[in-house]
């Protein structure tokens, strides 16, 4: 069928396309996106490659199973953007909670060549400390062994959201008159400062999803959510670690957060993984 330079084929078959506005998509229906380790998901992440992943606070939302087979894969000279590395070696233990991994894990290990977060360093929150420990990003970046990008959460989140977009950059007001406009053009607009902000884009994003069909439609649980849904749209390859597979249809499509469009990679987290 066509219309108008519209021409819709059947997305069975993975040998023909959908094409509109002389833009070509493959389409992914048929793509076999299921890998039966976390080794062969993160197998072929190269040196210096840009990763997108979500870290704040417990692990939940964390791809904290990815993360160690990132560590074990060993590429290296990577760029991570993160909300936060976490703290102490990548193994974070706190009163309360259970043990979980954070990127500071490939921090230690040496793999990081440059950090884009929100935090590196230690926490304190509503006018207590958190923790006296010291994170690896904090002790490489004194050392002078780790670049570090400091980035407002928000305007992180909007710097994601316009790679996603394909956005050429945004004018913000936060950061004007701090270390945070080091570098960046400044333009007044209605006799306010404001600084452009460029868009963030990775090569592979490390997604953590409560539930995915075999298409790659994910669902999330709870606050667990956080970044991911908008991690998954601003990267090349988006690898998703869940905690179940399910058939087509298994899934409310009312439900679905992030489409499967969007996902080239799911493994299933292993019996014993980190949840």
């Given at each position: 069928?066509?219309?108008?330079g519209?021409?819709?084929?059947?997305?069975h078959?993975?040998?023909?396309?959908?094409?509109?506005?002389?833009?070509?998509?493959?389409?992914?229906?048929?793509?076999?996106?299921?890998?039966?380790?976390l080794?062969?998901?993160?197998?072929?992440i190269?040196?210096?490659a840009?990763?997108?992943?979500?870290?704040?606070?417990?692990?939940?939302?964390?791809a904290?199973n990815?993360?160690?087979?990132?560590r074990?894969?060993?590429?290296?000279?990577?760029t991570?953007v993160?909300?936060?590395?976490?703290t102490?070696?990548?193994i974070?233990?706190?009163?309360?909670?259970k043990p979980h991994?954070t990127?500071?894990?490939?921090?230690?290990?040496?793999?990081?060549?440059?950090?884009i977060?929100?935090?590196?360093?230690?926490?304190?929150g509503?006018?207590?400390?958190?923790?006296?420990?010291?994170?690896?990003?904090e002790?490489?970046?004194?050392?002078?062994?780790l670049e570090?990008e400091?980035?407002?959460?928000?305007?992180?989140?909007?710097?994601?959201?316009a790679?996603?977009?394909?956005?050429?950059?945004?004018?913000?007001?936060?950061?004007?008159?701090?270390?945070?406009?080091?570098?960046?053009?400044?333009k007044?607009?209605?006799?306010?400062?404001?600084?452009?902000e460029?868009?963030?884009?990775?090569?592979?994003?490390?997604v953590?999803a409560?539930?995915?069909d075999?298409?790659?439609n994910?669902?999330?649980?709870?606050?667990?959510?956080?970044?991911?849904?908008?991690?998954?749209?601003?990267?090349?390859?988006?690898?998703?670690?869940?905690?179940?597979?399910?058939e087509?249809?298994?899934i409310?499509p009312?439900?679905?957060?992030?489409?499967?469009?969007?996902?080239?990679?799911?493994?299933?987290?292993?019996?014993?993984?980190?949840?």
């Open positions: 069928m066509s219309a108008e519209i021409t819709l084929y059947n997305i078959d993975t040998s023909q396309y959908y094409h509109a506005n002389n833009l070509k998509i493959e389409m992914k229906v048929g793509m076999n996106k299921i890998y039966n380790s080794d062969k998901a993160v197998g072929d190269p040196d210096g840009t990763i997108l992943m979500h870290a704040f606070g417990s692990g939940g939302g964390t904290q990815l993360i160690m087979a990132l074990d894969h060993g590429a290296k000279n990577l991570i993160s909300c936060s590395p976490g102490g070696t990548g974070r233990k706190l009163p309360g909670l991994v990127p500071c894990l490939l921090i230690s290990n040496r793999q990081v060549r440059k950090l977060s929100s935090w590196a360093v230690r926490s304190v509503l006018g207590l400390k958190i923790t006296d420990e010291v994170s690896a990003a002790e490489a970046i004194k050392r002078g062994e570090w400091p980035v407002p959460q928000g305007i992180l989140a909007e710097r994601i959201r790679g996603a977009a394909s956005l050429g950059g945004f004018y913000s007001p936060v950061g004007i008159g701090t270390i945070i406009e080091q570098g960046k053009e400044k007044v607009i209605n006799g306010r400062e404001y600084l452009l460029m868009p963030i884009r990775g090569d592979f994003a490390f953590r409560y539930k995915a075999k298409i790659g994910l669902i999330y649980r709870g606050t667990a959510r956080s970044f991911n849904p908008l991690l998954a749209m601003a990267a090349d390859v988006v690898i998703a670690e869940v905690e179940d597979i399910v087509l249809g298994g409310d009312e439900h679905v957060i992030t489409p499967g469009v969007y996902v080239d990679r799911i493994v299933k987290i292993p019996e014993g993984g980190w949840k």
